[in-house]
């Protein structure tokens, strides 16, 4: 079975500066795929950023930008010039890629605080 | 604008009461999900359907039991509720051959 751990419970960051929340998950497969979700107060899953494992090249979407280690099983979410709205809970998540009813497997969460 | 729509935001029951979660999605998707967040655990998988009146188990599925009767439809039923199973619950939907996961907005039940 595959594992997903973030080792972050609470994370804190001045407003405009950077952050790197970690990831490591467990799997055999060669194959697969990986996010970051966003939790913020409204309880609204909001999908940050998506990475496909055959993929070397790291994903990026505007400030929020993945190190994506495959060897390593390693796959960090990098937050460049934080902002108030970035608060919430950030999931790391695991899926097989078989595009059948894998479900998702999620880290146990890392709560984002950012100071003004 | 898709949609994952849970019919109720926060609920209150009883012990023992039997309990209906629904969850309706709007993007002819097969693939449902129902999963549990705890603080501190993150969210675990509890059922899951890949079609119309199909059925599997995820990581915990003692003291929960599901129903599809129509595709947009995945229901979470709690036989017999019991205060551990104070939580929120979150249902999500997935295209088969696609990996985009849409989930709705959660219900926060309450066992007292």
């Known amino acids: 079975a595959q594992t997903v751990t973030q080792s972050q419970p609470e994370m804190s960051v001045q407003e405009a500066e950077t952050v790197t929340l970690s990831c490591t998950y467990d799997?055999?497969?060669?194959?697969?795929?990986l996010f970051w979700y966003k939790q913020p107060p409204s309880r609204q899953m909001i999908l940050v950023i998506r990475q496909e494992a055959y993929k070397q090249q790291n994903a990026t979407e505007n400030r929020f930008s993945v190190n994506f280690q495959k060897a390593a099983k390693s796959f960090s979410l990098k937050i460049s010039d934080s902002q108030l709205g970035d608060a919430a809970m950030y999931f790391c998540?695991?899926?097989?890629?078989?595009?059948?009813?894998?479900?998702?497997?999620f880290g146990k969460g890392t709560h984002l605080i950012i100071q003004p | 604008d898709v949609k994952v729509t849970q019919s109720s935001r926060y609920l209150v029951k009883r012990t023992g009461e039997k309990v209906f979660l629904e969850c309706v999605q709007d993007?002819?998707?097969?693939?449902m999900f129902w999963y549990r967040q705890d603080p501190g655990l993150g969210l675990r998988l509890i059922y899951f359907?890949?079609?119309?009146?199909?059925?599997e188990k995820g990581d915990i599925p003692e003291g929960y039991s599901v129903s599809r009767e129509k595709k947009e439809r995945f229901s979470l039923i709690l036989e017999s509720a019991s205060t551990n199973q104070t939580s929120m619950y979150l249902c999500?939907?997935?295209?088969?051959?696609?990996?985009?996961?849409?989930f709705g907005s959660g219900t926060r039940l309450t066992v007292v």
């Open positions: 999500a939907s997935r295209v088969t051959g696609g990996y985009g996961y849409t």
């Open positions: 993007m002819d998707h097969e693939n």
């Open positions: 998540a695991y899926t097989n890629s078989g595009g059948g009813a894998d479900g998702l497997t």
């Open positions: 799997t055999s497969e060669s194959d697969y795929y």
């Open positions: 359907s890949y079609d119309v009146k199909m059925k």
